[in-house]
């Protein structure tokens, strides 16, 4: 996004003459920025040549899914949904890792059938269910484990999952013990160790303190992992002040890692390849006065991008029309619906905006879309992707009339 005369254009494209022509709330993709997020992500790990698996719950665009498919990257699922998009996408069933602490029998049985590269696991349950079904149909299915490594993200408390304290994984007396069950086991074949222990990381000292803990696990096991899932999590620079993960020297912690566990890294990147590739752009509804600053009350509400109201994140807001001169007005921008915690930011010294005037939500094509609802009964907002010099609608607009 740049400004060019003062006017803010997304490749190209004037925000103001999309928000008028499609309306508004709307997601806005750029298919050069995803392209290039991939690349780089490739570039970053090339030494590594890991299996990238795109973290679906991050975006389920089947549209953006395609994109990513032609980049040939696999997919990481949670749910019987997002692996039947994943498919539907023309990723291939030995590109896609299913995680998720409560897979239901249905999901596992789809999972198996579907013959996908492997399901990582979190519990000795959901192992002996797995092994159930395997047996049932007599095949033998690939499986993970999944280590609680206790390793702090430093990052939100929402999306830390790496801690004792978290639900997800097992500790490493648990994974040891469970390890030594499954050399036993005659349908299951236990070729991955996985590990996630966040998201929005920009911190390398996590990352090295869990390849640490992987090390100390694999050791123990006595075990030969075909395959080590180390999750995803990679942040970005939502607060646009160059403060980002260093991705070499983290490749380069990893390559350490390889020479003593000779095996294929599984990534599962969403934030790092879909986050900073959409705005999301909102109509003024109307400015109101308050006791120490004006509310900005737009047309787009926590129901369209809920990672504000959920996590308390924040990300930067633009208008469409640059003024220049003294900034000198405290905003906070806030959606129509009835909870206090419908709002998106609090913005000391902005420039003066007017009822009617555009602004964007930067850095939403992560967890925007994916975690959008109907609540209030309000309809989800459209998707569009620009591609070159086209804009093409990706989802449209939900009806009303479907709603009731």
Do not use: W
């Not at 149909?137 to 978290?166: C, M, W």
């Not at 003024?284 to 006791?291: M, N, P, Q, S, W």
């Amino acid at each position: 996004m740049i400004y060019q005369k003062n006017r803010l254009k997304v490749d190209g494209f004037d925000v103001a003459l999309l928000g008028q022509k499609f309306k508004t709330p709307i997601y806005c993709y750029s298919l050069d920025k995803i392209k290039n997020n991939i690349l780089n992500f490739k570039k970053y790990f090339k030494k590594i040549n890991p299996l990238i698996c795109f973290s679906v719950k991050a975006n389920s665009n089947l549209k953006i899914l395609k994109e990513i498919k032609k980049n040939n990257l696999g997919a990481d699922v949670v749910s019987i949904g997002e692996l039947m998009k994943a498919l539907k996408a023309g990723i291939k069933p030995q590109k896609i890792v299913f995680s998720g602490v409560g897979k239901t029998t249905k999901e596992i049985e789809f999972a198996v059938k579907k013959n996908i590269l492997l399901i990582n696991t979190e519990s000795k349950s959901e192992i002996l269910e797995i092994e159930k079904i395997a047996r049932s149909k007599k095949k033998i299915v690939n499986i993970g484990i999944r280590l609680n490594p206790n390793t702090d993200a430093q990052t939100l408390s929402q999306i830390s999952t790496g801690k004792k304290e978290n639900k997800f994984g097992v500790d490493q007396k648990i994974f040891l013990r469970l390890v030594d069950y499954l050399k036993k086991s005659k349908y299951l074949n236990l070729n991955c160790l996985s590990v996630h222990i966040g998201s929005q990381i920009l911190n390398i000292k996590p990352y090295q303190n869990m390849l640490k803990s992987l090390n100390n696990t694999i050791k123990k096991s006595n075990h030969k992992f075909e395959y080590i899932d180390l999750g995803g999590g990679m942040g970005i620079d939502y607060e646009h002040n160059n403060t980002k993960l260093d991705f070499k020297k983290y490749s380069k912690n990893i390559e350490k890692f390889l020479k003593h566990n000779k095996c294929k890294i599984i990534f599962e990147p969403g934030r790092s390849i879909i986050g900073n590739s959409a705005i999301l752009i909102s109509k003024i509804i109307y400015i109101k006065k308050g006791y120490n600053k004006d509310f900005v009350i737009l047309d787009a509400a926590m129901n369209d991008f809920m990672r504000p109201a959920l996590y308390g994140a924040n990300h930067k807001i633009l208008p469409y029309k640059k003024i220049k001169g003294k900034k000198i007005y405290n905003y906070e921008f806030v959606g129509p619906i009835c909870e206090s915690t419908d709002t998106f930011s609090n913005i000391k010294n902005f420039q003066k905006l007017n009822e009617k005037d555009f602004i964007v939500i930067c850095d939403v094509g992560a967890y925007g879309t994916s975690l959008a609802s109907n609540y209030n009964v309000r309809p989800k907002p459209m998707e569009i992707l620009i591609r070159r010099n086209k804009v093409q609608v990706i989802n449209k607009r939900e009806n009303l009339s479907k709603l009731l």
